[in-house]
């Protein structure tokens, strides 16, 4: 590896720098605590030094320079920048010695030959003459020879710039001829950098001329301009005169952005140019472009007036929300204004815009609490453009198609109005980072996400039958831990954080937010509440129990798969620290619980199932009370609705695979009485298809007549003789089968087939 040390603006201009592609790594200024005791360590008391010297004497080779010539008594130094620190170092060890004079010629003689020849070190056999000032000079740092002592050349590389400008100010040389002479010579551009520093701070009027004369030249080569802009740009107190060589460029598009990267970041520039920023701001896309950059440095130093400028003549204008985003991310410092700007534009902006989430990141950094809103805006905008965009269906079936097409218009289409919304709600590329913040600041992400949820949930949700006792489920939202969708569950993920972490962190505050959701039909919304009220059971039980005996409905929370998950997840943790009243009052609830209600016009056979069904529901939450929490009583009834129907499940579907067939096999049949086998043709009649009446895992008349068909392959006689009883209109695919298989038998008994 080769370490090469180099000022900034040689990094920047110097081609043979650029030509290398070199990795940079900026040293930054020493602190000054760290300068102070290198000033003590000499002798030196700075307590009283004004800051500009502080921020001086924080260069290193500032420090060193200083250190070197100037660590003498503890007076505060005269000058205040770099150039007048040289020219005292040239004063104390130059020209008040004996020698001074000639040596202060033998500095500008190397300095004007170098110049020349482009070159930093010289022979020292050129300069015989001057050889008992160069060695004084060497004796005094400010010179060096090479190791070998064949060359000389300037200590620091800042030194021979110094004594070139000096001798420009000094009028020995015009620099404006100097620098069109040489317009395309490898020292010029530091050259003329360093000499207008210097010129313009020891003559102001001479550094006006010969500028002048430099901007006016119509041959004047663009390089040579860019730096006379650049150097323009960073003047700290800009006066009249540079003002006016600088705004007649901002109309054109292409010396604009030389000035803007120029004065970005220069509160000195930001103070004069910004009454020309709103017509810069009404222009085209590239002017408003250019605008932006110098807004996002001026936050540093002028953050209100920023403010005031992207309020004025940006915020109003939706087309510019976009340019208002990428601008306030360099805002660091945020509060109620900033951040109700903010949510104007993101509210607006288009869809699946990254910047809208950077800004979240950024506000987040500054005011943790003020980034949810950011988030709610983003929200609120994107379900507004979803539920604008057009839901694009044909037109229904009608009236007397067949069941079938009704059917599969409503599996295609019946979601068509919600669909846009859905894949809002299930994009994990665009809501995958929002868990850090709601894990940051939970509560404010629940209070500011929550409307939206509602909103959504209110509007998208299904029309369930309502003799079932559960609140009103919709087909948008999954939960973490579903199994309905488990894919694309970001933005249920980060709302479930925040609720947890909401009521982890402040569980009083979450308790009275529960007591004001209550009257929520919503699903998702109860379960979300169990699910903060979860991991704070244990300590608010007596909360638990009110709110579980609050509402029937609310011992039915779960998904589809798990209609009772978070009910028994909250029963467990809280009845353990119960007190025996209360636990007993929501045992008894339990046991008194309907979850399916009489329907008007339930036969026999439906009010048998639904009492099996309430039996099984109720057997799922009384498992939930962990052992020893029963009553006695409590714990009889469920060792006997256990006995009653074993087998029961935890949970009320799941996922089975297998093959559909016969519910009775051909060996069977071969087995089984002829009553038997013409009552389960009685059961499973040619009206129930593929379907078994009361196991969907089981086949209907399809499969068992396929079944009877292949038992009639071996027991051609039987098979036949149970033909004669089947019913026309009831049992017929049983008799095609059994027709099917005997006519493609070995030796089949023709004279016996006419059915």
Not at 198 to 224: K, S
């Amino acid at each position: 590896h080769i370490v090469l040390s180099c000022r900034s603006f040689e990094f920047h201009h110097d081609l043979r720098l650029a030509s290398l592609k070199p990795n940079p790594v900026k040293l930054s200024d020493l602190r000054w605590e760290d300068v102070r005791q290198v000033l003590l360590d000499v002798g030196i008391d700075p307590c009283n030094w004004p800051p500009e010297v502080r921020q001086l004497l924080s260069r290193p080779q500032h420090l060193n320079l200083f250190v070197t010539h100037l660590a003498a008594g503890s007076d505060v130094p005269v000058f205040r920048s770099y150039h007048s620190m040289l020219d005292a170092v040239l004063r104390e060890r130059v020209l008040r010695q004996p020698w001074g004079a000639t040596a202060a010629r033998t500095l500008e003689l190397l300095a004007a030959s170098m110049a020349v020849e482009e070159e930093l070190w010289l022979p020292v056999a050129r300069f015989q003459e001057q050889q008992p000032e160069m060695d004084q000079l060497v004796a005094a740092d400010l010179l060096a020879y090479s190791s070998d002592e064949l060359r000389v050349g300037f200590r620091h590389q800042t030194l021979f710039d110094f004594l070139r400008a000096r001798a420009f100010t000094a009028r020995r040389v015009r620099l404006s001829q100097y620098i069109l002479e040489r317009q395309d010579a490898l020292f010029v551009r530091p050259t003329l950098w360093s000499t207008l520093h210097y010129l313009r701070e020891a003559d102001r009027d001479g550094y006006h001329r010969e500028v002048r004369t430099l901007w006016l030249h119509a041959e004047l080569r663009n390089h040579i301009r860019y730096l006379l802009i650049a150097f323009l740009g960073q003047v700290p107190d800009p006066d009249p005169v540079e003002c006016d060589w600088l705004f007649p460029l901002l109309p054109d598009p292409h010396l604009r952005w030389k000035v803007i990267q120029a004065v970005e970041g220069n509160p000195g520039w930001y103070s004069k140019i910004r009454a020309r920023l709103p017509e810069l701001m009404f222009g085209d896309e590239t002017a408003a472009w250019h605008v932006s950059w110098l807004l996002r440095r001026a936050f540093k130093f002028s953050r209100d007036s920023v403010l005031d400028l992207i309020e004025e003549h940006w915020l109003p204008y939706p087309e510019r929300d976009r340019l208002v985003v990428q601008t306030m991310s360099a805002l660091t410092e945020w509060d109620e204004r900033s951040v109700q700007m903010a949510e104007i534009a993101i509210r607006r902006i288009a869809d699946r815009d990254a910047s809208g989430r950077a800004l979240v990141s950024v506000v987040a950094k500054s005011r943790p609490e003020l980034a949810p809103r950011v988030i709610a805006a983003e929200l609120w905008g994107a379900l507004e453009r979803a539920e604008r965009e057009p839901a694009h269906v044909p037109p229904p079936p009608p009236g007397d198609a067949p069941d079938a097409e009704k059917v599969t218009y409503e599996l295609v289409h019946g979601d068509a109005p919600s669909r846009a919304v859905e894949t809002l709600v299930s994009d994990a590329s665009r809501w995958h980072d929002l868990g850090t913040v709601a894990d940051t600041v939970p509560q404010a992400f629940v209070e500011q996400v929550w409307p939206w949820l509602l909103h959504v949930l209110t509007h998208y949700h299904r029309n369930d039958s309502t003799h079932f006792g559960h609140y009103a489920r919709d087909s948008i939202f999954d939960l973490p831990g579903d199994q309905r969708r488990q894919l694309h569950m970001d933005l249920a993920s980060a709302i479930e954080r925040a609720v947890h972490g909401f009521a982890s962190a402040a569980p009083t505050v979450f308790l009275a937010f529960v007591d004001r959701q209550a009257t929520s039909e919503m699903l998702v919304v109860h379960r979300l509440l169990a699910r903060g009220m979860r991991p704070i059971a244990s300590q608010h039980a007596v909360r638990v129990a009110q709110y579980l005996l609050g509402d029937a409905r609310r011992f039915a929370l779960g998904d589809h798969w798990d209609e009772h998950a978070e009910t028994r997840a909250l029963i467990s943790a809280a009845v353990p620290n119960m007190d025996g009243d209360t636990r007993l009052l929501l045992e008894q609830a339990v046991r008194r619980w309907e979850y399916i209600r009489p329907m008007p016009g339930e036969v026999a056979d439906d009010r048998r199932h639904h009492r099996k069904w309430n039996r099984q529901h109720r057997i799922r939450l009384l498992r939930a009370f962990p052992p020893g929490c029963l009553s006695p009583e409590g714990a009889k009834v469920l060792r006997e609705e256990e006995r009653a129907l074993p087998g029961t499940p935890d949970r009320e579907r799941g996922i089975e695979g297998g093959i559909i067939s016969s519910p009775v096999p051909p060996e069977q049949m071969a087995r089984a009485s002829e009553t038997d086998l013409l009552n389960l043709f009685d059961e499973l009649h040619d009206g129930t298809g593929w379907r078994h009446p009361h196991d969907f895992l089981k086949g209907g008349s399809v499969e068992a007549s396929r079944a009877f068909g292949e038992l009639a392959k071996t027991h051609q006689d039987r098979v036949l003789k149970l033909t004669r009883r089947l019913q026309p209109g009831r049992h017929e695919r049983y008799a095609f089968e059994a027709r099917r298989a005997i006519s493609e038998a070995a030796d089949p008994d023709f004279e016996s087939m006419t059915l």
